[in-house]
T-cell receptor, first 115, second 117 residues
Framework: AQSVTQLDSQVPVFEEAPVELRCNYS??????LFWYVQYPNQGLQLLLK??????LVKGINGFEAEFNKSQTSFHLRKPSVHISDTAEYFC?????????????FGKGTKLSVIP | NAGVTQTPKFRILKIGQSMTLQCTQD?????MYWYRQDPGMGLKLIYY???????DKGEVPNGYNVSRSTTEDFPLRLELAAPSQTSVYFC????????????????FGPGTRLTVL
């Protein structure tokens, strides 16, 4: 079984400052990794995903994440945040083998961008 | 495409009442999922389906039932509502087929906010 730990439940950051949202996972098999964003009162939207290949993955809205297998991490970064980035961010993992394509989610990190 | 739609958006139930949360997708996805989201707890999988007629339990299935008679619809049934079922419920779907553009991405509905009093 796999699990996901998001190390910060809340992250306040000033507008135009950089941000990093941390995610660690545990799994005994190969995994695929995802970051989803949830804006207030909305469903989840995929930001980016790591399936294989380059460990640096670029997503929508200027976000990127780096897969680090040795540290079992998949941290999300943005060099300069905007007010509109205020949302909750979820890291998720699933095993790369065939199956039901189930995702295991972290508990989420609330990003608050301060003007 | 409308994507994944859920009804109702909001609902208040009394303890012991029953209701069905509706979920429909128009992307011809094989795989569908029901999650519940509680504050600070992330999303927990309730039930999932890998195709019409096939369903299975997720992490937190107690108190819920599902059916999948068509590819498009995946309703979630609460038989005897309890305060512990107060939550936001999300339905999601994915194609599960390699070669498709959105392979590996789960698409989420807007959610149903349920309160049990």
């Amino acid at each position: 079984a796999q699990s996901v730990t998001q190390l910060d439940s809340q992250v306040p950051v000033f507008e135009e400052a950089p941000v990093e949202l941390r995610c660690n996972y545990s799994s005994s098999v190969s995994v695929y990794l995802f970051w989803y964003v949830q804006y207030p009162n909305q469903g989840l939207q995929l930001l980016l995903k790591y399936l294989s290949g380059s460990t640096l993955v670029k997503g929508i809205n200027g976000f990127e994440a780096e897969f680090n297998k040795s540290q079992t991490s998949f941290h999300l970064r943005k060099p300069s945040v905007h007010i509109s980035d205020t949302a909750e961010y979820f890291c998720a993992v699933r095993t790369s083998g065939a199956g039901s394509y189930q995702l295991t989610f972290g508990k989420g990190t609330k990003l608050s961008v301060i003007p | 495409n409308a994507g994944v739609t859920q009804t109702p958006k909001f609902r208040i139930l009394k303890i012991g009442q029953s209701m069905t949360l509706q979920c429909t997708q128009d992307m011809n996805h094989n795989y569908m999922y029901w999650y519940r989201q509680d504050p600070g707890m992330g999303l927990k999988l309730i039930y999932y389906s890998v195709g019409a007629g096939i369903t299975d339990k997720g992490e937190v299935p107690n108190g819920y039932n599902v059916s999948r008679s068509t590819t498009e619809d995946f309703p979630l049934r609460l038989e005897l509502a309890a305060p512990s079922q107060t939550s936001v419920y999300f339905c999601a779907s994915t194609t599960g087929t390699s070669g498709k553009r959105y392979y590996n991405e789960q698409f989420f509905g807007p959610g149903t906010r349920l309160t049990v009093l």
